[in-house]
């Protein structure tokens, strides 16, 4: 990735887990999500490109075979196993290294995230060291963080940045997106995403995490 302007912001998309509860033919996240052909990590992809917020990195591993753009900076994650936190560091790493002064991170599993959802929160970023995507009052993804919360976030297990937002709750502001931030973790939740046409609507969104 081409060195950032200082301030610069970095959509980093998190797409390296070992995807064990589900049961298809491939990784889930190589998954066939629409009928164009795109699969789940790439649609979740596309819409933070489609963002327009700044540069976009995907975290992956080696595992995980999805091809994307070449305008997109792909990072393997060799530690992927001890957690998402390690992938998180990843794409901190690399946003400092490009000049960025803040991410904003969202889930390759979550296909229903728009790039509306990656604006706004890109957006309440701006006045805020710490805004989260919610849907009908939920906490889920996109989340931006800025540079000066990057060294509070853990560096091991699966909990991100909800630990921080625990502690520093007078650091986070909540944005009202909508999209749906369903989580693909089966092959029955792939089926739902697959056969639904209200995957949008946020009245009908539900997600099996709490936060990032």
Same mark, same amino acid.
């Not at 081409?2 to 610069?8: D, F, I, M, P």
């Not at 080696?62 to 075979?65: K, L, S």
């Not at 009052?137 to 993804?141: E, I, K, S, T």
């Given at each position: 990735m081409? /060195? &950032? +302007? /200082? &301030?610069?912001v970095i959509a980093v998309v998190l797409a390296a887990g070992g995807g064990t509860r589900y049961a298809g033919p491939t990784h889930k996240l190589d998954a066939v999500a629409d009928p164009d052909g795109r699969t789940v990590a790439r649609r979740? $992809?596309?819409a933070a490109r489609e963002a327009g917020i700044g540069p976009v990195v995907v975290v992956t591993a #080696?595992? $995980? +075979?999805t091809t994307h753009p070449a305008d997109v900076t792909v990072i393997t994650n060799p530690a992927w196993n001890q957690g998402q936190a390690t992938s998180l560091r990843c &794409?901190? #790493?690399?946003? +400092?290294a490009a000049g960025a002064t803040r991410v904003v991170v969202g889930l390759g599993d979550q296909p229903g995230v728009t790039a509306e959802a990656w604006r706004a929160v890109a957006a309440a970023g701006t006045v805020s060291p710490i805004a989260i995507a919610t849907y009908d009052?939920? +906490? &889920?993804?996109p989340v931006s963080l800025d540079e000066s919360v990057w060294s509070l976030l853990p560096t091991e297990g699966d909990e991100g940045a909800r630990s921080l937002m625990r502690l520093r709750p007078d650091l986070v502001r909540e944005v009202p997106c909508q999209g749906s931030p369903r989580d693909i973790d089966t092959l029955e939740d792939l089926h739902r995403w697959q056969n639904s046409s209200s995957t949008s609507s946020p009245s009908t969104a539900r997600s099996t995490r709490r936060g990032p």
């Open positions: 081409s /060195a &950032g +302007r /200082a &301030g610069e979740a $992809v596309d #080696d595992h $995980v +075979r &794409g901190l #790493d690399a946003a +400092r009052g939920r +906490r &889920g993804h």
